[in-house]
């Protein structure tokens, strides 16, 4: 946790370079920032609660899948320049015209 915190400050949270600069040395911004990351880490693993592995893997399938999948089909929507097809037929039709694969004779 102290040397996660550590490359956290170094890489994220501006190294040892200080809002105050010529307040305080160098290093001890370094200090500060390095603590607060750690209370910030131990706050959050206390309060939070702990989830087993069943339910991690009750969430990815049931919550982040389709939720990736959606912002997918969003995106991909909103990249196109056209508007979002909303039944089968339409899907296959816009892959059809999207791709040159000539569906329908």
Same mark, same amino acid.
């Given at each position: 946790?102290?040397?996660? @915190?550590? $490359?956290? +400050?170094? !890489?994220?949270?501006?190294?040892?370079? #200080?809002p105050?600069?010529?307040?305080? =040395?160098?290093?001890?911004?370094?200090?500060?920032?390095?603590? @607060?990351?750690? !209370?910030?880490?131990?706050?959050?693993?206390?309060?939070l =609660?702990?989830?087993?592995?069943?339910?991690?893997?009750? $969430?990815?399938?049931?919550?982040?899948? =389709?939720? +990736?999948l #959606?912002?997918?089909?969003?995106?991909?929507?909103?990249?196109? #320049?056209? +508007?979002? =097809?909303?039944?089968? $037929?339409?899907?296959? $039709?816009?892959?059809?015209?999207t791709?040159g694969? @000539? +569906?329908?004779?």
């Amino acid at each position: 946790m102290l040397i996660l @915190s550590f $490359i956290i +400050t170094l !890489f994220f949270l501006g190294g040892w370079l #200080g809002p105050f600069a010529a307040m305080l =040395p160098l290093g001890f911004w370094y200090i500060i920032k390095v603590l @607060s990351f750690c !209370f910030l880490y131990i706050f959050i693993r206390a309060n939070l =609660p702990r989830y087993r592995y069943d339910q991690l893997m009750s $969430i990815g399938w049931k919550v982040l899948l =389709p939720l +990736t999948l #959606g912002y997918l089909v969003l995106v991909i929507g909103l990249l196109s #320049g056209t +508007t979002l =097809p909303t039944t089968i $037929i339409d899907w296959v $039709i816009t892959y059809a015209d999207t791709t040159g694969v @000539s +569906t329908f004779n």
